[in-house]
């Protein structure tokens, strides 16, 4: 390009005419291009959760069936817990049988007292009408949970006692007197109590 620039001037000057002044300058060195770079990409550290889509199918069926089931049975679970079973008779009634063993204290903690069974009417004469040395009380001992009729969660048995005409104990068939008490058993709270003491005779 410096040649070229000098050859220019020279034929100016044989050309004749005005003798102009040329003035010759330089470019200054072209600013060099950078080759194109690509963005640089931070190192990937997080880990994500698999998707499943390029899993085996039957590996995430089975993976889902699992987790499936696993919901179910911790809702089932939960379920029991929130809903306390219903008391259960038959595990009630011999421990109330070895407090009649035991006597009227250990009665009165399977009790619950109330207009049906008041506690100066139990203390005084129910416990021992039931309970007491007299016939009854041995009936009651030799009862079952299949003896008791059910009225829903209730429990309820009428025990009889024949007499003859001398006043002793005697089959149904051969008493010409009979005397009786009724039972009652139901749920307070979440136990079975005895509720009711019904004599009659």
């Known amino acids: 390009m410096r040649a070229s620039v000098l050859l ?80 259960d008779f038959r595990t009630f009634w011999p421990e109330f ?18 207009g049906r069974l008041g506690e100066a009417a139990f203390d005084e004469w129910l416990h021992d009408a039931a309970f007491g040395d007299g016939p009854f009380r041995s009936r009651v001992l030799a009862l079952t949970p299949r003896d008791f009729e059910r009225d829903g969660t209730a429990r309820e048995v009428l025990i009889l006692i024949g007499y003859n005409a001398d006043g002793d104990v005697v089959p149904e068939d051969e008493a010409e007197t009979e005397s009786s008490v009724s039972l009652r058993f139901e749920v307070v709270g979440d136990a079975y109590r005895l509720v009711e003491i019904s004599p009659a005779g």
């Open 8 to 87: 220019l001037a020279v034929l100016l000057g044989a050309c004749g005419g005005e003798r102009r002044q040329v003035e010759i300058t330089e470019a200054e060195d072209p600013v060099p291009v950078r080759p194109a770079t690509r963005p640089s990409i931070a190192p990937l550290d997080t880990v994500y959760a698999d998707s499943g889509l390029f899993v085996d199918p039957s590996l995430r069926l089975d993976s889902l069936r699992a987790d499936s089931l696993r919901r179910d049975s911790l809702r089932q679970d939960s379920l029991a817990r929130a809903v306390p079973a219903d008391p």
């Open 97 to 114: 049988r070895r407090a009649v063993e035991s006597g009227p204290d250990a009665v009165r903690q399977l009790a619950s007292f109330s």
